[in-house]
């Protein structure tokens, strides 16, 4: 791979590498300052992830201020959530430095295994309890170390909606009880399933409702990234002319990762000097290279909800799914099963729904398998 290309696929590099984001980036440092929780959450590959290392960067400047990232996607129940936390702490806090000296100290109490990972050596952390509930009770006192250490700390805890699938029902009442006491310790919680974190955030019911203020990630400015995209190509010398940037973030809907992916294949495969043939040449490339996927992805869904994805493709958006023009237009059939399709391609996120003034709208969720559907 060519690692001179300016338009990452996957984490952070530098500020230099990222667009825009600014009034988010400003709000969530603003939240941690003035002690109030955000939580960060958007459709899938909006940047969420790139925005939480954004806004670290800058936090990390100064001196009062440690953040912790913990990804808590591949979790399935609360040992395995104590330690990813107690790893990501060790990871953040080196053993050769104090506040990793006297973590190390506090983590050995606890009878842990301690592994270091084959590749990359990175320290890993493993609790063996048999009792259940002494994970609870090493949750505690991990962040109650963190909370007092004369350091104010940022923690985000990215895809927080796995918790709502672990068999433990009382981990958001848990956490919650836990994360009230911290003085020191400020969270972002971020993820993608959006009625998941609403729901969580936002029932009376639930745990952690009103304790957190919300920030909806959405498309970068349009402008900012047709800026951004000018001047990356420029800076490594080469120039992109006006028709094939508008193209790009026309196609890719302005949704952050495709964006970045086809400009990264149209920065690959050029020249100096790039028009929209080379555009052209870039996204076929892509759908030529991503259409494994496309058909493993046919072969898990019905006849019927395939039609109707490859319908909401051809419309790109669709504001009544079940109404009779839709319907006859693309021979769906009845509006009852239209809408058992549609449930079930959400469900399986094939399918996203946004609010718009005008209702709600259905798109394709991945912008490739939508144009490659299209064609
Ligand atoms: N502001 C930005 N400028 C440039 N590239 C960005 C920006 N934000 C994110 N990216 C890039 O876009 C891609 C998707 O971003 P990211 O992984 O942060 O999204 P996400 O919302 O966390 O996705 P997921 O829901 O899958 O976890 C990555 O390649 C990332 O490097
Ligand atoms: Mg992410």
Not at 48 to 60: A, C, E, P, R
Not at 246 to 263: D, G
């Amino acid at each position: 791979m060519n690692t001179t290309n300016p338009f990452l696929l996957k984490g952070y590099r530098d500020a230099s590498l990222f667009c825009d984001r600014e009034d988010e980036t400003q709000l969530l440092i603003t939240n941690a300052k003035n002690g109030a929780n955000t939580i960060l959450y958007s459709i899938r590959r909006m940047g969420k992830t790139g925005l939480i290392y954004h806004v670290f960067s800058q936090m990390n400047k100064e001196k009062k201020w440690n953040t912790i990232y913990i990804d808590i996607y591949a979790t399935q129940n609360i040992e395995e959530l104590t330690n990813q936390i107690a790893s990501a702490i060790l990871q953040t806090f080196p053993e050769k430095e104090t506040l990793g000296k006297k973590f190390m100290t506090l983590i050995k109490g606890l009878s842990p295994s301690i592994s270091y990972n084959e590749i990359s050596g990175i320290p890993e952390i493993a609790f063996n309890y048999n009792q259940p509930k002494k994970y609870e009770s090493s949750l505690k006192e991990l962040f109650n170390f963190l909370d007092t250490q004369n350091v104010s700390v940022l923690v985000a805890i990215d895809e927080f909606q796995q918790i709502a699938n672990y068999p433990e029902k009382n981990t958001e009442a848990l956490l919650r009880t836990i994360f009230q006491s911290l003085k020191n310790v400020f969270f972002i919680f971020s993820g993608s399933h959006k009625y998941m974190l609403l729901e969580m955030f936002n029932s009376a019911k639930r745990p952690f409702f009103s304790s957190a203020s919300p920030l909806f990630l959405t498309n970068i400015n349009k402008e900012k990234y047709a800026t951004f995209i000018e001047q990356l190509f420029k800076q490594h010398k080469k120039q992109i002319d006006e028709e094939s940037i508008l193209f790009i973030l026309e196609w890719t809907r302005v949704h952050t990762y495709f964006t970045q992916a086809v400009c990264n294949k149209t920065f690959a495969i050029s020249e100096k000097k790039i028009t929209i043939k080379t555009v052209y040449d870039a996204v076929n490339q892509i759908l030529k290279e991503q259409e494994n996927i496309f058909f493993q992805y046919r072969k898990l869904l019905t006849a019927s909800q395939w039609k109707l994805l490859k319908a909401i493709a051809k419309e790109e958006i669709v504001y009544h799914p079940t109404g009779n023009a839709f319907l006859s237009k693309y021979k769906i059939g009845s509006p009852a099963s239209a809408k058992r399709s549609m449930d079930a391609l959400i469900e399986k996120e094939m399918v996203y729904s946004l609010e718009k003034p005008e209702g709600s709208a259905y798109l394709v969720y991945d912008c490739f398998l939508s144009r490659w559907l299209e064609r």
